[in-house]
């Protein structure tokens, strides 16, 4: 409807231009004409309707004596024909049968064709005839200087004609640029030699936000900000030697992870492209802790068979030693001493299989302040008197976490500050969201605070400052669960202490009483299934096959609260995890499959979304749509 709209104000506009104008395409078929053409050489409509040829055209006016006597049509008709050929511009004057005179201005156009502008010159040739008749009151140099104004003129004209439609062709190739650039989810910009910005696609919000979007003319330093700037300048001056460079950095006002490519320019500028790579960084610790503990489980697994065999005969032995008459002084105390730390090592073998087998993540939607609450109560009844334990969270709405393996790391550290205090002190949890990237929880305490060999080796297994009563597996053990969680875990000192920081994913739950949900499945029958589980908790359903339509999906109806899609959609090659990444924070995702957990495109999918496993029943899914209240 637009495009035949547009067609009609384009003839519109054509048909009021005084001039008679027609574009031929690559095969001299008529691709657009205007009505002073057909008034003009009093054309039949067949002429005029697009796709009839030029060479139709001309064997009719030929024919019809609009160039005078012809001998030989075929030949005349052909001379022309292989002339428009050529594709060359030209500009000639003829006089046509009627006695009118005409100049025709001929150009080819840049994705070949031929565009053709007729004009009816007769009035400036009865001037020049007048002028001609009064030859003798005129110097003959003043009219050949006429004459010869009057021609450059009519070619000046032809060439500004040419010039203003390569304009045209420019104008409408850096519009299709610009439109390209801007759509892409990166930063593309040029910086001169001194700084300033010659070109933006206007996406730097999007990479870094709270920067401005219309930059260009601005320092590089004005629109990136202080902390950003620092971080860049020292890549920006060696790509203005000539040195090329990719290198990512963790933007501190939004905590967002930035990656930068400086690609130098002959000139002395520099060509930017920069990403929001947050969520990528967040799948690639994941996906790096679990190769770590996959290979720790090929290492442990055959060592922990022999050695609980080993312990396991130990344990024989010396349950034996103890059973015999007549044992010398103190041989007592050895065996006890022996079956203790055999049995320790017991301990430390299901500790080093639970760290390398683990379980699969299990995000729900989780209210904070009632999972830090929980950790209270839990905690209370192992703190000395003396020690205090208070916690705090500034958290907006549920969170998507898994709840359990959250609580378990809170109680690891809060049992290492209680450790560290001693018989009195405080320890304190609290819980906020920094910005749209992360949920962040910190434990200090009162305590010592860790030495310097702690915070460089505090996260390595079987390391401990507590001698033989730490077994050095417990920070390994948060460690492992936040990195697999795609979050972050770092040591500090307090000022009164030590301090703990764990990061995870910022993913808030869906409130969806009663939303409209889109559901995305490219298997008819299943689609059906789970549209009859959806309305069945009380939602209302619109459906999709694949990612495209999705998204237009999203786009017409803003009223969607959820999107519940499946991983592997026949229909393309994306997937419901692209589908995830596109639409951000702007709908909470849930996605399901029939992967396993160990396959890499689960492991993505779990760092975009929360993700049930098929087959799933209504009851599953409503698990992820309440907020926790264990």
Not at 51 to 67: D, K, M, N, P, W
Not at 381 to 396: E, N
Not at 599 to 628: G, H, I, N, Y
Request: glycine share 8%; net charge negative.
């Amino acid at each position: 409807m637009a495009q035949d709209h547009t067609a009609s104000l384009t003839a519109s506009g054509l048909n009021l231009i005084a001039q008679a104008l027609t574009i031929y395409d690559r095969d001299l078929r008529l691709a657009v004409c205007n009505a002073p053409f057909q008034q003009m050489f009093d054309l039949p409509d067949a002429l005029v309707t697009p796709g009839s040829t030029f060479r139709q055209t001309i064997t009719h006016l030929a024919l019809r004596g609009e160039y005078g006597p012809v001998d030989d049509v075929d030949t005349f008709v052909q001379e022309r024909v292989d002339q428009a050929l050529a594709f060359e511009p030209h500009y000639m004057e003829r006089t046509r049968a009627n006695g009118r005179t005409i100049s025709v201005e001929g150009s080819p156009l840049p994705q070949g064709g031929w565009v053709t502008v007729y004009t009816d010159i007769s009035h400036t040739k009865s001037q020049e005839a007048l002028l001609r008749a009064r030859a003798t009151e005129l110097s003959d140099q003043v009219l050949q200087h006429t004459e010869a104004l009057s021609a450059t003129n009519r070619q000046l004209a032809a060439t500004v004609s040419a010039l203003e439609e390569a304009k045209r062709q420019l104008t409408r190739t850096e519009a299709r640029t610009r439109l390209t650039t801007e759509m892409m989810p990166a930063h593309i910009a040029h910086v001169d030699a001194s700084g300033h910005y010659t070109f933006s696609n206007r996406r730097l919000g999007s990479v870094i936000p709270n920067r401005p979007t219309d930059i260009v003319g601005q320092h590089i330093s004005d629109a990136l900000g202080a902390f950003a700037y620092g971080r860049i300048v020292p890549n920006l001056t060696r790509a203005y030697k000539g040195e090329a460079s990719v290198f990512e950095f963790t933007d501190e006002a939004s905590a967002r992870r930035i990656r930068v490519a400086f690609t130098p320019e002959t000139s002395g500028g520099v060509y930017i492209l920069s990403m929001d790579i947050t969520e990528e960084t967040q799948a690639r610790v994941a996906l790096q802790q679990n190769r770590r503990r996959t290979l720790a489980a090929q290492m442990t697994s055959g060592m922990a068979h022999d050695f609980s065999n080993l312990l396991t005969i130990i344990l024989g032995l010396q349950s034996k030693l103890a059973r015999m008459d007549d044992l010398p002084p103190g041989a007592q105390d050895l065996i006890d001493g022996t079956l203790s730390a055999s049995r320790r090592g017991g301990e430390l073998l299901n500790a080093l299989a639970d760290m390398t087998a683990g379980r699969a993540m299990r995000p729900v939607a989780t209210d904070i302040r009632t999972l830090l609450g929980d950790v209270q109560t839990m905690a209370r009844s192992t703190l000395p008197d003396g020690v205090t334990l208070t916690t705090h969270a500034d958290v907006t709405g549920p969170q998507m976490i898994d709840p359990g393996l959250v609580k378990d790391s809170l109680l690891n550290l809060i049992l290492n500050a209680r450790d560290a205090c001693g018989t009195a002190g405080d320890i304190t949890v609290t819980a906020q969201s920094v910005h749209d990237t992360w949920l962040e929880f910190n434990v200090s305490d009162t305590g010592p605070g860790f030495s310097d060999e702690a915070l460089t080796h505090g996260f390595d297994p079987f390391f401990t400052t507590k001698g033989s009563e730490g077994s050095g597996l417990g920070l390994p053990m948060v460690y492992d669960m936040t990195k697999r969680a795609g979050g972050d875990l770092k040591l500090g000192k307090a000022e009164t202490g030590a301090r703990v920081r764990l990061r995870l994913p910022l993913r808030p739950a869906p409130q969806l009483a009663g939303a409209l949900v889109l559901l995305v499945e490219d298997d008819p029958d299943l689609r059906m299934h789970y549209r009859d589980m959806l309305m069945g908790l009380g939602h209302a359903v619109i459906e999709a096959a694949g990612v495209d339509e999705a998204i237009a999906l999203t786009a017409d109806l803003p009223d969607i609260g959820l999107v519940l899609s499946d991983i592997n959609l026949g229909a393309g090659s994306r997937t419901g995890v692209d589908l995830a990444r596109q639409l951000g924070h702007d709908l909470p995702v849930i996605l399901m499959t029939s992967l396993p957990p160990t396959d890499p495109t689960f492991q993505q999918a779990t760092r975009s979304a929360p993700v049930l496993r098929k087959p799933f029943e209504a009851a599953d899914l409503q698990a992820l749509l309440q907020a926790d209240a264990a």
